[in-house]
């Protein structure tokens, strides 16, 4: 049983799309948990670059997969207390498959969903979700920055111990593009790997790499310079492990030709190619190319230890808050790049 009313009907955000971004509310009725569902009471939902094409192109659902609320209802054989807050992770795995039994929730074989692209994500005040994809945190972290422990921290954490597992001496990383990802990607780097290491961050957005230097990251500002004269400016000849974030050939490729000899260049944007010369890029230099996507379950657990311990310096990657109302506005903010990361709150 809820603990507090929760209401029949709620208004939520349509995602009419029409190249231009529009957005109507409109009434829907709120969804009874059935059994092993939990109703969520979303406070905060983080805007994402991934939503570029709900945000112009439209939604069948209500898009939001980076929210964090608090339990309202919860159905029969559930274990969670309504009252709990917590975030909700993305994809709909089923716990059983082979990759799920290895921890690989993120790579499910039976994958049912994604919150917000295909079931009802965030940015509506109520979501109904399945208990399994629900992880609790601790009461005294606001909601806004519990939304961190999703792409912010998880889908770059996982990036970064991707690349670590085929290189365990890294001395100096590069990160192509300072968006959210980016800048989460960078703060996830110094927190593992330690005030030593060079974490190089290039952008052509001088509001974004004005945050990463915040963040304490080594700038290149892509306007001013290749990729390959601000490496050579913070005194390096080549970098150990690159995250690429921008989804971008021409990123990928520039950073490609400054990879170190056994280095790891990590794909977790996704977007364009990238043409590999496979005796010259890989076999003769003993380097790697992976892709990263998203994070496992499992991971929730360690990260909000790292959030708990880092949470003044992490923080700094949410630069502005909107009220639900003002979420067209918010996007039309985010996608100038003038921004961190953005929150819709309610
Ligand atoms: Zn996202
Ligand atoms: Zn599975």
Redesign the pocket.
Known sequence: MPVSAVPDEMTVPRFLGKSTGKIDFVKKLVPEPGPGELLVRVKANALCGSERRQFFGGSEVTPGHEAAGVVADAGPGTHTAVGTPGVIYLMY?????R??KLGF?NQ????RGDVGFNKDGGYGPYTLINESIFFPVDEDIPLAEATMLLDVMGTTRHAIERGQRLRQDVESIGIAGAGPVGLGALAMAKILFGAEATVLVSDLVPYRLGLAERLGGEVVDLREQTLAEGVRSHGLDAIDLVIDTSGKSVARQSYLEVLAKRGVLVCAGHGEDLNLDVSRDLIAPERAVLGSEYFCYCELASNLELLREHRPYLRQIITHKYPVQDIKEAFELFFEGNTGKVIVEQ
């Open positions: 795995f089923c716990g059983e498959c990759s799920c929730t499910c074989l039976n994958k």
